[in-house]
T-cell receptor, first 113, second 115 residues
Framework: AQSVTQLDSQVPVFEEAPVELRCNYS??????LFWYVQYPNQGLQLLLK??????LVESINGFEAEFNKSQTSFHLRKPSVHISDTAEYFC???????????FGAGTRLFVKA | EAGVTQFPSHSVIEKGQTVTLRCDPI?????LYWYRRVMGKEIKFLLH????????ESGMPNNRFLAERTGGTYSTLKVQPAELEDSGVYFC?????????????FGQGTRLTVV
């Protein structure tokens, strides 16, 4: 069975500090991996995705995630966060053997001044 | 280009009542998905339309939930009768091709509260 685990429900961090949001997945088949972000009172937005090729993927606002097949992880990182990064982040996996996206429970990132 | 639009944004109803949620996908997107997030838990898949046909409805919780997509355009999700455990945020998403091979665009969600 396919599953996505986000290891931290909440992550408080000071502005300009680095952050890592952890995500592990399990699947018996190939998967595509995603990070979505939900800002307060807004819908889900795609932050970045791994489909194939380079294992390091980047977003336009400084986040990056690395696909690690041996550790079945897809952790999200940013070297220096801003107040505006405060949001809930969802890791998700799409099973290429089917057509459903499986989401993790979400991680709330709080960036403090 | 307009995004995925969901109506209403919030709904508060009493147990036993009926509620209908609506989703307008991005124009030209054949694929439409419904998801639900119960408080504090993960976002769960409910069902998938390809145009007007239900491709996969394995995530629908029970027969109190009915989804339709007349004409392959907008979709509705009806809950009848609503129960307390139906409270949560219902998300709709659409994509041009199968989700995962391209980006799926999500709506803002409908927050349903059953009291």
């Amino acid at each position: 069975a396919q599953s996505v685990t986000q290891l931290d429900s909440q992550v408080p961090v000071f502005e300009e500090a680095p952050v890592e949001l952890r995500c592990n997945y399990s699947s018996s088949v190939s998967v595509y991996l995603f990070w979505y972000v939900q800002y307060p009172n807004q819908g889900l937005q795609l932050l970045l995705k791994y489909l194939s090729g380079s294992t390091l993927v980047e977003s336009i606002n400084g986040f990056e995630a690395e696909f690690n097949k041996s550790q079945t992880s897809f952790h999200l990182r940013k070297p220096s966060v801003h107040i505006s990064d405060t949001a809930e982040y969802f890791c998700a996996a799409f099973n290429t053997g089917g057509f459903k996206t499986i989401f993790g429970a979400g991680t709330r990132l709080f960036v403090k001044a | 280009e307009a995004g995925v639009t969901q109506f209403p944004s919030h709904s508060v109803i009493e147990k036993g009542q009926t509620v209908t949620l609506r989703c307008d996908p991005i124009s030209g997107h054949d694929n439409l998905y419904w998801y639900r997030r119960v408080m504090g838990k993960e976002i769960k898949f409910l069902l998938h339309f390809v145009k007007e046909s239900k491709q996969d409805e394995s995530g629908m919780p029970n027969n109190r939930f009915l989804a339709e997509r007349t004409g392959g355009t907008y979709s509705t999700l009806k809950v009848q009768p609503a129960e307390l455990e139906d409270s949560g945020v219902y998300f709709c998403a659409s994509s041009r091709t199968r989700q995962g091979s391209t980006e799926a665009f999500f709506g803002q969600g409908t927050r349903l509260t059953v009291v």
